[in-house]
């Protein structure tokens, strides 16, 4: 590294003579003669005289706008002054022609009438009353002086024949003639136009002449000074100063694009020396970082320096130890090797990975891997020493281990393998396979056709599309497939294979690994259970009871006929798959034999307690429960469930059944028994009983969470005298359509009860007074305005009506459940008293108040 940065520092130094060179060839240039500055002097005239006239030019332009501009308003106030002259003289002339022919000819010296501004008058019709001073003056054409007399007033720039010109217009008073003064742009631009461009021409030439006389005093002082610092610049980098020089900023000249090759030839350099430090820098961390021994030989082949590395594999504790030895052939042990290093070496310059036994300083020897380029012709030598001692003992022991393993599979029952798509035949194939097929494993490899021959026909193309499929779909999961094989010594044997696609590099497959296992026996067995289960089927078929199997993964292996009917699945979509749970179900959850298989008995209480499951006490591991499931049929089933595990000959649970009993007709007359015992047959009302129970539960409630309570007592107003008028028939279907009158008025969470005869009572939950008044009174009028339709003895339908008293009563705080229903009986019979039809209330410390008939509310 210190050569080449030698040999950099002498091309940066050369490079900076050629440059220093090219600066005084240049200045050379410039002292032999004057040609430079007079182009410049040229140049800078030409630009002077450029500008000159841009200026001239821009002058020009401005002061033809302002003349146009001031030729207007000129323009304008003439046709006022001639407006006004005019108008003075109409006081004693009533003939305007005449006021302005007078105005042209007596005042035109002081208008300059006829000069420069032209006045003539027009009708309102656009015809000329009064022509200009000057006969020959060209006019607008007629359209237009049509135009300004019916406008009236106003300025237009226009054209007569071709020559630019200004009207200015305005009617005089009276509207009987509109004056028109009219200029033409000529007349007042020309004139000072000509004597502008005369001065400007004279000035550029005085200043182009001045600028060129100063330009050739500055041009060889403007030359010699940046050429001065380019000589300077030129020799400090030759020096050794590699800063990049400044270019001349704004020349794009020799000079200028001399500036700019000096700033990027010294950048450059500067470039190649920062990237000769880099690399070296780079060398040197490698070098002392190598894990590997490295070592630099001198052109006399002696170590010049080594690494960290190499001096610790040979047993050294620094460096100097194995400085000036003779490089690493002195390290070789065997002088055979020896002399097969140093052959190689000088014969083609370097040796890579050589294997050579070396030796340590304390006399030990290690396996080594030498890596060495000469430098050039010398003896200077890099070198990489690698102690490969680990490596060949693992060596050693993986090629122990394959072997130790080659005998396993050798010896091994079943049938390993290896598949190459390559070549489309076996690369390998176990010992195994003669005992199984009849073929040695060398006939197998070479001939792969025997193989196939001997699986079973029925299962040849099976087998094949499986590994077509595997190829195919790039399947890297372990597969598994069982197919039989013809033995000719053996028959027929069946084989489970598991095999695993092995993909290469590029992603596709390379190979096919398995093991073919001998299952014949299990095979046979299983053969022999189908039979027993198929028996075991057909009882299960014709048992009435609904009866499922699943096995362990819970898949369904058994619906039988009674299932089928109990919920209108068909065994065929249901065995093999796992929703057994659809038809009792709307969302997936565990049936009884789903707890069986999975042993799930601990949490039955908190999942299952609407089912009421339990332990089976007759069957060991079963389970039963009771339910209500909606989901099948119209309405809904009750079910008894019995499940029971299915173990094997060491008790692990294999599958379980699950039995079912359809409970609905009995519980449907279950549920009729009760509701019979609790409502009144008449009017399908809860009867006392119930009323009694619900208001001991329900007085319970308020005072235990502080809500109230209220009660309704009503009674039919003289329903012996309608009984007696009509017969207990037409009575008994009064009191069913009050009942329905009554439910249809309160509210839906209110319990109406047939307390006894005519009389009825209504519990009304979390309402207070004023709210069971509201309804009371709503009961009240809904039996007044109801037509009961009484059918007579003739069968025709006889509306009638009757009226209902009502007596309503709150619980108090300590009050028991008799008497809030004492109290609301003793307002019932107040409102009778007070002549029936009406609500009464009773109020607290015994206190009775009827209301009004339509009141809902008590008085304040």
């Known amino acids: 590294m210190k050569c080449r940065r030698q040999r950099c520092q002498t091309a940066i130094d050369g490079w900076g003579g050629v440059v220093f060179a090219k600066m005084r060839s240049e200045g050379d240039k410039v002292s032999r003669g004057w040609s430079v500055e007079l182009k410049l002097s040229a140049t800078l005239v030409l630009v002077v005289l450029i500008t000159t006239l ?131 742009r000529k007349d007042h631009l020309a004139p000072t136009l000509e004597t502008l461009l005369e001065s400007t021409v004279l000035a550029s030439l005085i200043l182009a002449l001045l600028v060129g006389f100063f ?113 690493a052939v002195e390290f070789i042990s065997d002088p055979g090797q020896r002399q097969k290093y140093l052959e190689r070496l000088f014969g083609q310059g370097y040796v890579q990975d050589f294997a050579a036994t070396m030796t340590r300083l304390d006399g030990s020897s290690f396996e080594a891997l030498l890596t060495v380029s000469l430098a050039g012709d010398s003896k200077a030598r890099f070198g990489l020493i690698r102690d490969v001692t680990r490596m060949r003992q693992a060596q050693s022991a993986l090629a122990e281990s394959e072997a130790r393993y080659r005998r396993l599979v050798d010896n091994a029952p079943d049938i390993v393998y290896r598949w190459s798509f390559a070549k489309q035949g076996f690369d390998y194939i176990s010992s195994a396979a003669k005992d199984i097929t009849g073929y040695t494993p060398e006939a197998i490899t070479a001939n792969s056709d025997l193989f196939w021959s001997a699986i079973h026909d029925e299962d040849r193309e099976r087998v094949l599309e499986h590994w077509t499929s595997l190829y195919r779909e790039r399947q890297t999961a372990v597969s598994q497939q069982e197919f039989r094989i ?7 044997r069946w084989l489970r294979e598991r095999s695993l696609l092995i993909m290469g590099e590029a992603g596709r ?23 027993g289960q198929q028996m075991v089927e057909n009882t299960l078929q014709g048992l009435p009871a609904p009866v499922m199997v699943i096995d362990r993964e819970h898949q369904v292996v058994h619906w039988n006929r009674a299932m089928e009917a109990l919920t209108g699945v068909p065994a065929a979509q249901m065995v093999g798959s796992d929703g057994h749970w659809r038809p009792f179900y709307l969302e997936q959850r565990p049936l009884l034999v789903d707890l069986v298989v999975d042993g799930d008995y601990e949490h039955l209480d908190e ?48 599958r379980a059944v699950e039995t079912l009993v359809d409970l609905t007709d009995k519980r449907e007359l279950e549920q009729e028994l009760i509701k019979l015992s609790v409502t009144d047959s008449l009017t399908g ?71 006894g005869g005519e009389e009825f009572a209504v519990l009304l939950p979390h309402a207070a007074l004023s709210e069971s008044l509201i309804v009371a009174e709503r009961v009240r009028e809904g039996v007044a305005g109801h037509a009961f339709v009484i059918p007579d003895n003739g069968g025709q339908g006889q509306p009638r009506h009757i009226t209902v008293s009502l007596g309503a009563a709150t ?33 607290f410390e015994g206190r009775l108040r009827v209301l009004q008939r339509g009141e809902a509310a008590l008085p304040k």
């Open 54 to 184: 841009v200026l001239s030019s821009v002058q020009y332009l401005f002061a033809v706008e302002q003349l146009e501009k001031h030729s207007r308003e000129e323009n304008h106030g003439h046709l006022q002054h001639m407006l006004n002259l005019v108008g003075a003289l109409l006081a004693s002339e009533t003939n305007p022609a005449k006021a302005l022919r007078r105005v042209q000819h007596n005042f035109t010296a002081r208008t300059q009438e006829g000069e420069i501004n032209h006045t003539y008058g027009l009708d309102l019709e656009g015809r000329l009353l009064v022509p200009p001073l000057r006969p020959e003056l060209r006019l607008p054409p007629p359209q237009l002086l049509k135009f300004i007399a019916d406008k009236g007033f106003g300025m237009l720039e226009t054209e007569i024949e071709g020559e630019p010109a200004y009207l200015a217009f305005d009617r005089l008073p009276g509207d009987k003639m509109v004056l028109v003064s009219q200029t033409l």
């Open 215 to 327: 330009s050739v005093l500055l041009a060889r002082r403007v030359l010699s000074q940046p050429l001065r610092r380019l000589t300077d610049e030129a020799e400090r980098v030759a020096g050794g100063d590699l800063t990049p020089p400044e270019p001349l900023a704004g020349r794009s000249d020799e000079l200028g694009r001399l500036s700019v090759a000096l700033n990027r030839m010294t950048a450059a350099a500067a470039g190649m020396v920062a990237r000769a430090q880099t690399e070296h820098a780079r060398f040197q961390r490698l070098f002392h970082d190598s894990k590997d021994g490295a070592f630099i030989s001198d052109a006399s082949g002696r170590l010049a320096d080594v690494n960290e590395a190499l001096y610790r594999m040979f047993g050294c504790r620094k460096k100097e130890e194995m400085l000036g030895k003779e490089g």
């Open 486 to 492: 013809l033995s000719a010594k053996r028959g027929v």
């Open 509 to 531: 497959p390379t190979a096919l690994e398995g093991i073919a296992t001998d299952i014949t026996e299990r095979k046979l067995v299983e053969q022999e259970l189908v039979k």
């Open 607 to 654: 999942r299952y307690s609407s089912l009421s499951i339990k332990a089976s006490q007759t069957i060991a591991g079963g389970l039963e429960g009771e339910g209500f499931f909606p989901t099948l049929g119209e309405t809904g089933r009750h079910l008894y469930s019995l499940a029971a595990p299915i173990t094997d000959e060491q008790g692990q649970v294999v």
């Open 685 to 755: 009302l809860y009867n006392q009983r119930f009323f009694y129970a619900s208001l001991a539960r329900e007085v319970e409630s308020a005072q235990r969470l502080g809500h109230p309570l209220s009660l309704l007592m009503a009674d039919i107003d003289h329903f012996k005298m309608f009984n007696d008028s009509y017969g207990h028939l037409a009575g008994d279907q009064a009191l069913t359509q009050f009942a329905r009158v009554v439910t249809k008025c309160v509210r839906g969470m209110d319990l109406v009860c047939r307390y």
């Open 811 to 843: 619980l108090g705080p300590e009050e028991s459940l008799e008497d809030l229903v004492r109290r609301a009986d003793g307002a019932l019979y107040a409102a009778k008293e007070a002549g029936r039809n009406l609500v009464a209330a009773s109020l």
